[in-house]
């Protein structure tokens, strides 16, 4: 077969357009492609609703690819290991209640179930900033600010582009990127005892794994937190590799968010 290296260029375009057009307006906009986005995504996008996801790296998984200190194999507790068995894989036990999974196939079968269950993916696309929109006297984030990495990398001066969505997930990990953006420029109050973000603490495996889920919520009109930014922003403890609670916080986002939609 003779090869146009202008068809293949076209194909590109016309392919890309189509799918950042079809993201002017969507159900739910997700930040962060780690455990917690791409299990969000997962259950959104197969229940039919329009899911896109924003990661700022070229790859998604987040923090999940290396383990434990790139020791590539993740724990999953009798909490959250059901959601790997439906994506797939298969779970050896290690001790009563404590799993190991291998990290890479993880990451890749999560990565894959998003993908396939319809969530346009961006990546190498950072976010930067919400839009805010008073709706009925109440603030609320109504959409996002998006820029290309490569652009933020190098530190140009280029403006970003906008789309719109019903809810966030802000799944952008320890650092709450988002939401302290959302915070720092705008007088507004969060859903926290404090009104602010309550920061993270040390390393409690346990506590951090149960508040994982019930930090899992909406933390501003239209923005849940999911993940570790959930404890970040709530101000509970870090966990280390053990992944239960960063999937079931996806799921609990998905569930509640969908909720939500359906009942509009
Ligand atoms: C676009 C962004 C932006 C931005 C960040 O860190 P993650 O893996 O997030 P979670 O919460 O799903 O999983 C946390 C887990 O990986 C972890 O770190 C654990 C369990 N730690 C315990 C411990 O004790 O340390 O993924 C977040 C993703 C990353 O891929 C970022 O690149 C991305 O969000 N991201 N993407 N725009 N502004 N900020």
């Not at 899911?51 to 999940?64: D, P, Q, T, Y």
């Not at 006297?137 to 109504?142: D, S």
Request: hydrophobic fraction near 45%; aromatic fraction near 8%.
């Amino acid at each position: 077969m003779a090869i146009d290296e202008k068809i293949i260029t076209e194909a590109i375009i016309s392919e890309y357009y189509a799918k950042f057009k079809s993201c002017l307006d969507l159900d739910v906009a997700v930040v962060g492609a780690g455990p917690s986005g791409l299990t969000a995504a997962w259950k959104l996008a197969e229940q039919g609703f329009k899911v896109a996801m924003f990661e700022r790296k070229l790859s998604i998984g987040g923090g999940m690819w290396g383990g434990g200190m790139t020791w590539n194999f993740i724990v999953v507790q009798d909490e959250g290991r059901q959601v790997l068995e439906d994506a797939g894989l298969t779970l050896k036990l290690f001790k009563p209640g404590y799993f190991t999974v291998d990290a890479v196939a993880a990451t890749t079968t999560l990565a894959s179930k998003a993908c396939l269950a319809g969530t346009r993916v961006f990546n190498c696309m950072s976010v930067e900033d919400v839009v805010l929109r008073e709706v009925d006297g109440i603030k609320r984030v109504t959409g996002l600010v998006i820029n290309s990495s490569p652009v933020e990398i190098a530190g140009l001066h280029v403006d970003p582009l906008v789309i719109g969505c019903r809810y966030v997930i802000e799944a952008t990990g320890h650092d709450t990127e988002v939401l302290k953006t959302l915070v720092r420029k705008n007088d507004v109050r969060l859903n926290t005892t404090t009104g602010g973000i309550e920061g993270e603490q040390s390393m409690w495996a346990e506590v951090a794994e149960a508040h994982t889920l019930s930090n899992t919520r909406e933390i501003f009109p239209g923005m849940f937190v999911a993940g570790m930014a959930a404890n970040a922003s709530y101000g509970s403890y870090r966990m280390g590799p053990i992944f239960g609670g960063m999937l079931l916080s996806g799921v609990k986002a998905a569930e509640e968010i969908a909720a939500r939609l359906r009942g509009r």
